[in-house]
């Protein structure tokens, strides 16, 4: 069975930056969209960004839109999330999973996540 794996997450201070890593293992990650969703205790799922099989297509969540940049490398099964500018407010567990570009909806192969701690 196919399944995403979350890495690089941590504790930073505000304003630092963080790349978070998204790895494909089981299935190719080439035939999919794939995305970066959050989730902060008490509050619900937010869909951040998603990208194209290619990376020809994006699409960005307000609320990272000019910090955050998506990018995938299919040779290497992978996605990244560049998280530039943090806020306390991006405090969370991050996920990826396989998603719909024009809704930020994930849809399949969650992964565990990984928690991204922004504080001072």
């Known amino acids: 069975q196919g399944r995403l794996v979350e890495s690089g997450g941590g504790l930073v201070q505000p304003g630092g930056s963080l790349r978070l890593s998204c790895s494909a293992s089981?299935?190719?990650?080439?035939?999919?969209?794939i995305g970066w969703f959050r989730q902060a205790p008490g509050k619900e799922r937010e869909g951040l960004s998603c990208?194209?099989?290619?990376?020809?297509?994006?699409n960005y969540a307000d609320s990272v839109k000019g910090r955050f940049t998506i990018s995938r490398d299919n040779a290497k099964n992978t996605v990244y999330l560049q998280m530039n500018d943090l806020k306390p407010e991006d405090t969370a567990v991050y996920y990826c999973?396989?998603?719909?570009?024009?809704?930020?909806?994930?849809?399949?192969?969650w992964g565990q996540g990984t928690q991204v701690t922004v504080s001072t």
């Open positions: 999973a396989a998603c719909v570009i024009a809704t930020l909806t994930g849809f399949d192969y």
């Open positions: 089981g299935f190719t990650m080439a035939y999919y969209n």
């Open positions: 990208i194209s099989l290619s990376g020809g297509s994006l």
